[in-house]
């Protein structure tokens, strides 16, 4: 059985962006014949996809693309069908409401019940690396490294029914936070703190969660793909894929 | 079961990932232990983020919302651009700083500036005010004919100018998490970058056909550091992400960097100089998504209007000759 994860880089799926560094975490994976990917720029090569990886990149720059290359519908459709992950600005481009988009807004292809900030942590100089503890991975004893880059920030994980629930995969640690209000929002900051989230067990702190999956969508802030360490494309195939296709 | 994929991938743009070098130096942030920031990872990921794509020159705010409307992965904010700076002649040097932070403030794309040449007082001043990478440029006077800026010492990235493979590992050694061709800015020719493009490539072919006593002798003859020259040998090629800059003007032009083996292209004059920016800044783009596709760049070079007036690049060049700005 052939299962195609499409890596959407760039200004679509390979449109702009870091896809190359997706197709080759994902590519560590392919020894076991399972998991082919392509880079997808067209329709016909979203078409051949069974689930899609949106890179990180910019996502102002990737939602025109999509449009000007007639894939932003066919992308919506295919989130209501398939697994996606998105990584940095591909979790924008899923999110269903960002905050601190450029001025007149932007346009997000939906799929996860949750509101997010662009640049959440500031100018580049603010970007940072971090250790996360992700009991769902393999191995969940070593410490996954985080690259954040300019990345996005978790504002409220909502429930509505519609929607499968929300799990967290990945947070900050505790003391990593505290750096993390954003320096640029232009929202005041009673806005960032008196955030709720609507999780069960209530009272988390949306800003410090990091990775989340809902049904078979996988959502990351950070860069997995710029890491050597690849569970987490194992973790997305194992979980979100791979489960569909054997069931269909 | 199955073939194990791989779908041949064409060349260029962004189609081989880039590894980067290990990280040379890392700031830790104070009070707390467990997370870094600037590090190298972080400095050569942003670039990752930005290929495929193109990255503009832009004068003020509204340029600057031109550009990211038209898809630019990011602005490259400066007083003059590269056109002007040989019209007008005299010393050209790092913008004012409320220029910059309007169009910090006006976008959401990252925004670049440039540094002269060893100034690294203006790097200071841009990392200050929240720039989010620099560029330590020959389009500007150069402040240091001798020394470049020790790049390592700062948390904010810089991409650097090369006109081969020695001149590139030189700049990543100083500490230049992105290298980009130097081209001739200004002139919309793009015949030097495509002399660079195509020496930094064939360089790294040669090297990576070479054995280890052979790197050594090949290090010391392009003046380049040997674990750089070795490690770009195993990867073939450069360990951080490579853009074409300096003279390109149309898609076409985008598209021939790009499939030459760039990974994303900076436009300086290219775009403001034309007749219809908004139109000709979106066809780049495309172009750079779709530059292995003759179809669909054949539909996006049409009705562009004027493109900028192209220079001859010879001993009568106005402004001189950027390119061999630099060491």
């Known amino acids: 059985m052939v299962y195609t994860v499409v890596i959407v880089y760039d200004s679509h799926p390979a449109l702009q962006g870091a896809f190359a560094e997706h197709q080759k975490s994902q590519e560590r994976l392919e020894s076991n014949g399972e998991v082919k990917v392509v880079q997808v720029r067209t329709k016909e090569d979203l078409d051949k996809c069974d689930a899609l990886v949106i890179p990180g990149g910019e996502s102002t720059t990737i939602a025109l693309l999509a449009r000007l290359s007639g894939l932003l519908d066919p992308l919506k459709e295919f989130i209501k069908a398939k697994p996606v992950w998105g990584t940095c600005a591909g979790a924008i481009l899923l999110s269903k409401v960002v905050t601190g988009a450029k001025k007149g807004g932007q346009e997000l292809l939906g799929g996860m019940s949750v509101t997010i900030a662009r640049n959440g942590w500031g100018s580049q100089v603010e970007s940072f690396e971090a250790p996360l503890e992700v009991p769902g991975l393999k191995n969940p004893e070593d410490p996954f490294s985080g690259v954040f880059i300019r990345a996005p920030v978790l504002l409220s994980l909502d429930q509505p029914p519609e929607y499968p629930p929300i799990q967290v995969i990945a947070r900050l640690p505790e003391n990593v936070v505290p750096h993390a209000i954003p320096s640029d929002a232009t929202e ?32 990351t802030t950070f860069h997995p793909e710029l890491t050597r360490d690849n569970r987490f494309h194992e973790y997305f195939v194992r979980e979100c894929v791979i489960p569909g296709l054997l069931s269909t | 079961m199955t073939s194990p994929a791989s779908t041949p991938v064409p060349q260029g743009a962004g189609s081989a990932s880039t590894p980067s070098v290990p990280p040379t130096r890392s700031v830790q942030r104070d009070g707390a232990a467990s997370s870094s920031l600037g590090t190298f990872g972080v400095k050569s990921g942003l670039a990752q983020m930005l290929k495929g794509g ?7 705010a509204e340029q600057a919302r031109i550009a990211e409307e038209a898809g630019a992965c990011a602005v490259m904010a400066l007083e003059r651009v590269p056109a002007d700076i040989r019209a007008t002649g005299g010393v050209a040097r790092m913008s004012d700083p409320s220029m910059i932070k309007e169009i910090v403030e006006a976008v959401t794309i990252p925004v670049m500036a440039k540094v002269r040449i060893g100034h690294f007082v203006e790097a200071q001043i841009l990392q200050a005010i929240g720039v989010d990478y620099i560029d330590e440029s020959e389009v500007l006077t150069p402040a240091d004919e001798e020394h470049h800026i020790n790049k390592h010492n700062f948390k904010i990235p810089f991409v650097c100018g090369a006109r081969n493979l020695g001149e590139a590992l030189r700049r990543i050694s100083e500490g230049a998490a992105f290298i980009r061709t130097k081209g001739e800015a200004g002139t919309g020719n793009v015949v030097e970058a495509v002399r660079h493009e195509r020496a930094v490539q064939s360089e790294i072919r040669k090297a990576s056909a070479m054995s280890e ?41 985008a598209a021939l960097m790009m499939q030459l083996g760039c990974d994303g292209v900076f436009v300086g004059s290219g775009i403001f100089k034309s007749g219809d920016a908004a139109k000709r800044a979106r066809a780049i783009v495309q172009a750079v998504t779709h530059y292995n596709n003759p179809k669909i760049l054949a539909e996006v070079s049409e009705n562009l209007g004027e493109a900028m007036v192209g220079l001859t690049i010879d001993d009568q060049l106005k402004g001189g000759h950027l390119a061999s700005r630099g060491w």
């Not at chain 1, 900051?189 to 990091?210: A, C, H, M, Q, Y």
């Not at chain 2, 193109?54 to 003020?60: E, G, K, P, W």
């Not at chain 2, 010391?220 to 020259?229: D, N, S, T």
């Open chain 1, 188 to 219: 005041p900051l009673e806005t960032w703190f008196g955030i709720n989230s609507n999780l069960e067990g209530g009272g988390e702190d949306p800003k410090r969660v990091v990775a989340i999956r809902q049904g078979r969508h996988l959502l």
């Open chain 2, 54 to 60: 193109v990255i503009m020159d832009v004068v003020n």
């Open chain 2, 213 to 253: 006593d052979e790197l050594y002798a090949f290090a010391k003859e392009i003046q380049a550091p040997l674990h750089l020259l070795k490690e770009t040998a195993r990867l073939k090629r450069l360990p951080v992400v490579n853009f074409a800059a300096g003279g390109i003007a149309t898609p076409a032009d």
